[in-house]
């Protein structure tokens, strides 16, 4: 985490109107571009794009505590949403991956659940650690009781702090941030690759088996990197820290949800592109 | 308006130091081609070589972007980077000996909407957003294409997806055996963002000084530069991997040196400190 302060947009989180039709006609574009050159891939970019609003979302629930939250002065996870997006929505998307051959619908909650899992193995963790080792407990800065369990917040916070620990509605919000993180990169995934197997055996002038490598890793890697983009993005939002749903940063979401969705066009756009792209040179 | 929190005084002004990298990135992959001119594979080093002027380039332009405190940590512009930047890689490596060029300015293209919708869309607000993520994820491109072309000695897709084997006599096309196919695309990915981003989240503070973080970022360049050697040999020939490893590992002394000797320079004190003595007779 950076050691300087957190600066950028005002809390609040209004929309920008103009820009934000601009992204949209933007969006619109890049899925016209993929109809006029490949019809058949049109379903999968709108798959590839719910899957980058699904982890754009679900970021906004993941309590990131950053730099503070690992000196116990804020609550939450103590690093930043790379790391936990990496950590959680990837551990998401390869489970997704080992049943991919199940069917669109199977998958996805596999790497839902799988997301979901190591989201909740990390918040057991991390508040096993801070109650067990740093001897501190859970306590939110933000309400006053823990909307979900009507637990009164003050009496455990430290003066001077923003709160510390992760309370039982950021322990749920990481849980189901990782739901919706893991279950969209797994979408982005079985996207791309239906499109790859599609593609790619005229490409090579080869069987589907024989290019299965070929197109789970370009699939995996594309999915990793559009993951990276929409959580980074959601990130930004956020100004690198929230607590979780409860947090009033939440309610930027729609301004994310815009942005992953400019960006996961985009993206998709690009890694449709590269099977539709044959220049034979 | 963001207000900008720390400037560094001193140093080369960003514009210089980004076409530096710039033009050395394009040429360092480029004069991997003359394996193709020559027939031999001893030229691949170079495309680390470009990688690495790449990076140099990038750490200095995550400075910039990062001096703004954009909240979320060092590590998430690499992450940024290299997300946006692979599939523009990816992309180019379809346009055969225009490639390093097509990365480059696919990379500004799919940064410059990017770093708009972090700008504008999400209100960030940050004077140098738009210009630096279209760098970094160009920087993400040219570093992935310069790793790839030192692993495989090419930077074209076909070559990069299927390679020809010989089983039994017959020739094979191999599809899982290739670096796309074996999935070193992965780790080439993560060995870059490792060393775009550790310069300046190790450097940062007060006192930061451009040429000490610039020198680590080249260092780390080096480390990731010997992995993508070691990577080699499942594509290039023994001669030339020996040669790649060399060229790494004096990168690494000739930087890792310097970056101590910078330290030195820039430390209040430099005490070194001696294995723990323990006492006798207890």
């Known amino acids: 985490m950076s050691a300087l302060g957190g600066a950028g947009p005002a809390p609040g989180g209004a929309m920008d109107p103009v820009s934000s039709v601009i992204g949209l006609v933007l969006a619109v574009i890049f899925i016209g571009i993929v ?68 069917g669109v619908v199977v998958a996805t909650i596999t790497g839902a659940i799988g997301g979901g899992l190591m989201m909740a193995i990390t918040c057991l963790m991390v508040n096993v ?48 941030g990782g739901l919706f993180g893991g279950g969209g990169g797994t979408l982005i995934y079985l996207m791309l690759l239906g499109v790859y197997e599609q593609y790619l055996p005229a490409l090579f002038d080869a069987k589907v088996e024989q290019i299965m490598p070929v197109a789970v890793s370009l699939a995996g890697i594309f999915a990793i990197g559009m993951f990276l983009v929409n959580a980074v993005l959601a990130a930004y939002n956020i100004t690198g820290t929230i607590e979780g749903p409860h947090d009033p940063k939440f309610k930027r979401f729609p301004r994310a949800i815009v942005a992953s969705l400019v960006a996961s066009a985009l993206c998709g756009l690009v890694a449709i592109l590269i099977v539709v792209v044959n220049l034979n040179i | 308006m963001t207000a900008q929190i720390t400037v560094t005084e001193g140093g080369l002004p960003h514009n210089t130091l980004m076409i530096y990298g710039l033009i050395g990135s394009l040429v360092g992959i480029y004069l991997t081609y003359l394996n193709t001119v020559t027939g031999t594979q001893l030229f691949s080093f170079f495309g680390g070589l470009g990688a690495i002027a790449a990076l140099v ?30 599939i523009a890689m990816l992309l180019a490596t379809k346009f055969g000996i225009a490639s390093p060029i097509v990365a480059l300015v696919l990379g500004l293209v799919i940064g410059g909407i990017l770093g708009y919708i972090a700008n504008n869309i999400l209100a960030m607000k940050i004077p140098v957003m738009i210009q630096s993520i279209a760098e970094l994820a160009a920087v993400g491109a040219l570093v992935m294409i310069g790793f790839t072309a030192m692993a ?131």
């Open chain 1, 35 to 102: 109809f006029v050159l490949a019809p058949a891939a049109l379903m999968p970019l709108l798959g590839i794009i719910l899957g980058g609003v699904l982890i754009g979302f679900g970021v906004h629930f993941v309590p990131v505590g950053g730099a503070p939250a690992a000196m116990g002065q804020a609550p939450g996870i103590a690093t930043g949403v790379a790391m936990l997006a990496a950590g959680a929505g990837l551990a998401g998307l390869f489970g997704g991956a080992w049943a991919a051959e199940l």
């Open chain 2, 152 to 282: 495989t000695g090419t930077f074209t897709f076909s070559p990069l997806s299927v390679i020809q084997v010989t089983v039994l006599g017959a020739a094979a096309n191999s599809f899982g055996t290739s670096l796309i196919g074996g999935g070193l695309l992965a780790a080439i990915f993560m060995l870059g963002s490792i060393a775009l981003q550790h310069g300046f989240n190790a450097c940062l503070g007060p006192s930061e000084k451009q040429d000490r973080t610039l020198t680590l970022t080249a260092e780390v360049g080096f480390l990731s530069m010997l992995m993508v050697a070691i990577c080699s040999f499942a594509f290039i020939g023994i001669g030339a991997l020996i040669v790649s490893i060399i060229v790494s590992v004096i990168g690494w002394y000739y930087t890792y040196s310097q970056y101590i000797t910078l330290s030195k320079r820039d430390a209040a004190a430099w005490l070194d400190t001696k294995p723990i003595v323990e006492a006798e007779g207890h």
């Open chain 2, 57 to 86: 380039w990038g750490s200095d332009t995550i400075k910039r972007l990062c001096s703004y405190g954009i909240g979320t940590g060092v590590p998430s512009a690499g992450m940024l980077a290299f997300g946006s930047g692979v």
């Open chain 1, 129 to 176: 650690i801070y109650v067990f080792g740093m001897g501190i407990p859970a306590a939110s800065g933000k309400v006053a009781k823990d909307p979900l369990t009507g637990d009164t917040q003050a009496e455990y916070k430290s003066q001077g702090t923003e709160g510390h620990g992760l309370p039982f509605i950021s322990f749920v919000g990481g849980v189901v």
